[in-house]
């Protein structure tokens, strides 16, 4: 049994701005990029002037026409875009990518080159911390039923050129146990005062979401976080208690300074929408969630990320991604305390 909190915030409506990638997009990735159809697009402020976005599973020009791949297609497991705009009333451009020679969107987060069971290699979140950039990723080790997957591990990737280039430490990994429980292997970045936190999920839509906490200075060792149990902080993360109830999809989690509440996306497979649920401490508790985007209006919608330059406001945008046309779609929302 979980325990709802109040329901703080009303989602008064929301609407489509425009196509961020592919064909037809603001910024026309297909054309200067090689973006023809991705997913995802996580966001977090670079600290730089920038925001930057990882997006997932890529394809160029040879890409099938509806949802993921073929391989062949030009195929890369994750590239990441970065964008300066500030006026997103007519779509968000991206301004450039972290290309190859040849100009496209290069991948950005290696494969393991040690392991023959890896799928591809999926971003979940990113941060800046004093002038180096992380991001949270997985390595899928196959996919199953739709919002069903394995992970061999989770972890840690390092940049120090503002994203340019990436390496992936060994420290920096938490390995996924054969029951395929691991509480971390996807996950939300934020920070809050002296510790940079993490809420997670099991591999897959399903699960519920648990919450961890490192100092600025070691988000790149898992040996350093420390995991809420409801009453403390331990180093077990096994032994960490839920604080925001699933089935919790891809999440994206911000504080929002106008209504003075921590601001949840993520999606609930069980109920077709992504949602966006509230709290006033990231230990909960957490609202039950107001659809901001449902699956009869966007067929086959996933993800759900804030922008984190529009959180001082009743106004979020969010990135919303779409299996059949495999691209991803600007969208607001207005809300209401």
């Given amino acids: 049994m979980h325990a709802y909190g109040e329901v703080m915030v009303r989602v008064i409506g929301t609407t489509l701005i425009g196509r961020v990638t592919g064909a037809g997009s603001a910024g026309r990735t297909d054309e200067r990029f090689g973006i023809h159809a991705t997913d995802l697009g996580i966001m ?3 600290g730089d002037g920038r925001v930057l976005v990882l997006f997932g599973d890529t394809y160029d020009r040879g890409w099938g026409g509806h949802g993921g791949g073929p391989a062949h ?3 890369r497991c994750n590239v990441l875009a970065y964008s300066s705009a500030r006026d997103l009333t007519a779509g968000l451009e991206l301004d450039g990518v972290v290309a190859g020679p040849d100009g496209s969107a290069a991948q950005v ?13 999926i971003p979940n979140a990113g941060i800046a911390v004093d002038g180096r950039q992380y991001a949270h990723y997985m390595s899928v080790r196959r996919w199953g039923p739709p919002g069903h997957w394995t992970t061999n591990y989770a972890g840690i990737a390092v940049s120090d050129d503002g994203g340019n280039t990436w390496v992936n430490p060994a420290e920096g990994r938490w390995i996924n146990r054969a029951e395929h429980d691991h509480p971390f292997q996807i996950a939300a970045f934020t920070r809050d005062g002296d510790y940079v936190y993490l809420l ?3 591999n897959g839509r399903f699960g519920d979401a648990y919450l961890a906490r490192v100092g600025p200075e070691a988000v790149a060792d898992v040996r350093a976080y420390t995991y ?19 089935p919790v999809g891809e999440l994206s989690v911000a504080y929002n300074v ?3 509440l921590w ?7 069980h109920r077709g929408a992504i949602l966006l649920r509230t709290a006033s401490r990231l230990t909960g508790p957490w609202s039950a969630g107001e659809p901001v985007a449902s699956g009869a209006e966007y067929p086959a919608l996933y993800g759900g990320y804030l922008h984190p330059w529009f959180l001082d406001g009743p106004e979020i945008y969010f990135l ?7 691209n991803v779609f600007l969208l607001r929302s207005r809300l209401s305390g």
Avoid: C, M
């Fill in 263 to 269: 601001l949840a996306l993520h999606l609930d497979e």
């Fill in 109 to 121: 987060i290696a494969s393991d080159p040690g392991r023959r069971d890896e799928a591809t290699v």
């Fill in 200 to 202: 997670g999920t099991t």
């Fill in 73 to 75: 297609a030009g195929w």
């Fill in 320 to 326: 919303l991604s779409q299996w059949g046309p495999y």
């Fill in 258 to 260: 106008h209504f003075g």
């Fill in 228 to 246: 809420w149990t409801g009453n403390g902080w331990v180093r077990d993360e096994f032994l960490a208690s839920p604080v925001l109830p699933g």
């Fill in 44 to 46: 977090w402020d670079g």
